[in-house]
C-alpha cells in the first residue's frame, strides 16, 4: 500500500495550539505537522500570525476583533476539514467562548482536538525573539495577552492535550501530541521495534503472502 493510497485513508481533522505568545505554539505545531506529512496524511498548519496579516489585517487586539479572528479561522478549518485536510492552527485564541466556539463549528464537519501549549509567563518572556513582552509592558502594544490583555487558561475539560514546553523541548512535546493522536484512533501507532505502522505491517505481510510464505 502506497503514502498516498494510506492518505485517502484518514479522515480530516482539526488540531488546535492555544497557549500564550512565545509559548511554543508554531514550533511544536511544525513538528507534528513534518511527522504527519511524513505519514502521508495532507496537511496544511494555518499560522495565525500568517492568516491575521494576509487574510485580515484590518483586525485589531481587542477581545472583540480575537473572536472575529478566532471565527474566520475556525472558517476555513471547517472546510478544510470538510475536505479531508489535515488542519493545524497555532493561535493564541485568548478566550474560552471563542476556543469552543471553532469547536462546535469544526466539528459539524470533522473531529476537533484543542492542544493546551502550557508555559509559565516568565519562560515566555525569556524566550520571546521580538521583545513584545517588553514593548507590551512600556506601553508600546496594547491588549498583549499576558501582559494587558487576559489569557483565559483552558481547563482540563476542555483540552484533549496539554504540553508543558518549559518542562518539553519541541520533539518530545510533539511526540505527546502524536501518541494522543494515535490513541485517539487517528493514524496507526509506529511500532516501537520495527518503526513500521500497521498499515505498512499489513503491505510486508501482502507482499509475503503474493510470494507464498504465509
Same mark, same amino acid.
Given at each position: 500500500?502506497? +503514502? +498516498?493510497?494510506?492518505?485517502?485513508?484518514?479522515?480530516?481533522?482539526?488540531?488546535?495550539?492555544?497557549?500564550?505568545?512565545?509559548?511554543?505554539?508554531? %514550533?511544536?505545531?511544525?513538528?507534528?505537522?513534518?511527522?504527519?506529512?511524513? &505519514?502521508?496524511?495532507?496537511?496544511?498548519?494555518?499560522?495565525?500570525?500568517?492568516?491575521?496579516?494576509?487574510?485580515?489585517?484590518? *483586525?485589531?487586539?481587542?477581545? +472583540?476583533? &480575537?473572536?472575529?479572528?478566532?471565527?474566520?479561522?475556525?472558517?476555513?478549518?471547517?472546510?478544510?476539514?470538510?475536505?479531508?485536510? %489535515?488542519?493545524?492552527?497555532?493561535?493564541?485564541?485568548?478566550?474560552?467562548?471563542?476556543?469552543?466556539?471553532? &469547536?462546535?463549528?469544526?466539528?459539524?464537519?470533522?473531529?476537533?482536538?484543542?492542544?493546551?501549549?502550557?508555559?509559565?509567563?516568565?519562560?515566555?518572556?525569556?524566550?520571546?525573539?521580538?521583545? *513584545?513582552?517588553?514593548?507590551?509592558?512600556?506601553?508600546?502594544?496594547?491588549?498583549?495577552?499576558?501582559?494587558?490583555?487576559?489569557?483565559?487558561?483552558?481547563?482540563?475539560?476542555?483540552?484533549?492535550?496539554?504540553?508543558? %514546553?518549559? +518542562?518539553?523541548?519541541?520533539?518530545?512535546?510533539?511526540?505527546?501530541?502524536?501518541?494522543?493522536?494515535?490513541?485517539?484512533?487517528?493514524?496507526?501507532?509506529?511500532?516501537?521495534? %520495527?518503526?513500521?505502522?500497521?498499515?505498512?505491517?499489513?503491505?510486508?505481510?501482502?507482499?509475503?503472502?503474493?510470494?507464498?510464505? *504465509?
Amino acid at each position: 500500500m502506497t +503514502e +498516498e493510497n494510506q492518505a485517502d485513508q484518514y479522515n480530516g481533522f482539526t488540531l488546535w495550539f492555544t497557549g500564550l505568545p512565545s509559548s511554543g505554539k508554531s %514550533t511544536v505545531a511544525k513538528e507534528v505537522e513534518n511527522e504527519l506529512r511524513r &505519514r502521508g496524511l495532507k496537511v496544511e498548519n494555518l499560522d495565525a500570525d500568517g492568516l491575521r496579516k494576509n487574510l485580515h489585517p484590518d *483586525l485589531g487586539f481587542t477581545k +472583540e476583533e &480575537r473572536g472575529i479572528n478566532n471565527k474566520r479561522i475556525g472558517f476555513i478549518s471547517k472546510l478544510l476539514t470538510k475536505n479531508d485536510i %489535515t488542519t493545524i492552527v497555532a493561535a493564541v485564541s485568548p478566550f474560552k467562548e471563542y476556543r469552543q466556539g471553532a &469547536r462546535e463549528y469544526v466539528e459539524e464537519e470533522g473531529e476537533f482536538y484543542q492542544v493546551y501549549v502550557e508555559c509559565p509567563v516568565d519562560v515566555c518572556k525569556e524566550r520571546d525573539p521580538k521583545g *513584545l513582552y517588553d514593548k507590551a509592558e512600556r506601553g508600546i502594544i496594547p491588549n498583549f495577552t499576558g501582559v494587558s490583555h487576559p489569557f483565559e487558561e483552558p481547563t482540563p475539560d476542555e483540552y484533549d492535550v496539554k504540553v508543558n %514546553t518549559a +518542562e518539553l523541548d519541541p520533539d518530545s512535546a510533539a511526540e505527546k501530541v502524536l501518541q494522543f493522536l494515535a490513541d485517539a484512533g487517528v493514524f496507526s501507532s509506529v511500532d516501537e521495534y %520495527t518503526g513500521l505502522n500497521e498499515h505498512q505491517e499489513e503491505e510486508i505481510k501482502d507482499r509475503l503472502r503474493r510470494l507464498g510464505y *504465509l
